[in-house]
T-cell receptor, first 115, second 110 residues
Framework: NAGVTQTPKFQVLKTGQSMTLQCAQDMNHNSMYWYRQDPGMGLRLIYYSASEGTTDKGEVPNGYNVSRLNKREFSLRLESAAPSQTSVYFC??????????????FGEGSRLTVL | KNEVEQSPQNLTAQEGEFITINCSYSVGISALHWLQQHPGGGIVSLFMLSSGKKKHGRLIATINIQEKHSSLHITASHPRDSAVYICANSRYGSARQLTFGSGTQLTVLP
């Protein structure tokens, strides 16, 4: 099993450019997440999707949009990139049973630099 | 506010030592996760627990719900255990959102 696959692994953008980070999981999980990781800070949730067709804002959603295309895929779009969005982005998936978020599976991360 | 504090922030040990990493949180939770982030950046899940103790190889995770505290222990540490260890919790009523600690950087010297 590939687990969680995200692309691209590295990207350099100029301020104002747009891009989409792609994520796909092959574990039939309902829940998918996009996080960003900045130096000295914990992972912060950007957006969350509990199931196909649903998305919810996380802690830091401003400047981002998401699409849960189907059960496998969850994409993150930066419409107009800003230097503050320079970060490492992680996609993750899990099952959820009742109120408990199950084991998390992460993609390898995407390092984005906005100049 | 759900706050997750890890200690120590940095830890250097000699190969073979017993290691403890602590995680404290401020609200009632439904589950606590321990994650390992490799030097290359990848993140893997080590444990998910809501009570008691779990063991996997040389790794042991414990949680005390009343004291709002969890520990990750590594027995007979090895240089390959060098990584960042992250705890995260999901609180009652907000299970969709995990709150992460900022991580503990562990370096095990040969």
């Amino acid at each position: 099993n590939a687990g969680v696959t995200q692309t691209p692994k590295f990207q350099v953008l100029k301020t104002g450019q747009s891009m989409t980070l792609q994520c796909a999981q092959d574990m039939n999980h309902n829940s998918m997440y996009w996080y960003r990781q900045d130096p000295g800070m914990g992972l912060r949730l950007i957006y969350y999707s509990a199931s196909e067709g649903t998305t919810d804002k996380g802690e830091v959603p401003n400047g981002y949009n998401v699409s849960r295309l189907n059960k496998r895929e969850f994409s993150l779009r930066l419409e107009s990139a800003a230097p503050s969005q320079t970060s490492v982005y992680f996609c993750a998936s899990s099952e959820r049973t009742g109120v408990i978020t199950g084991e998390l599976f992460f993609g390898e991360g995407s390092r984005l630099t906005v100049l | 506010k759900n706050e997750v504090e890890q200690s120590p922030q940095n830890l250097t040990a000699q190969e073979g030592e017993f290691i403890t990493i602590n995680c404290s949180y401020s609200v009632g939770i439904s589950a606590l996760h321990w994650l390992q982030q490799h030097p290359g950046g990848g993140i893997v899940s080590l444990f998910m627990l809501s009570s008691g103790k779990k063991k996997h190889g040389r790794l042991i995770a414990t949680i005390n719900i009343q004291e709002k505290h969890s520990s990750l222990h590594i027995t007979a540490s090895h240089p390959r255990d060098s990584a960042v260890y992250i705890c995260a919790n999901s609180r009652y009523g907000s299970a969709r959102q995990l709150t992460f600690g900022s991580g503990t950087q562990l370096t095990v010297l040969p």
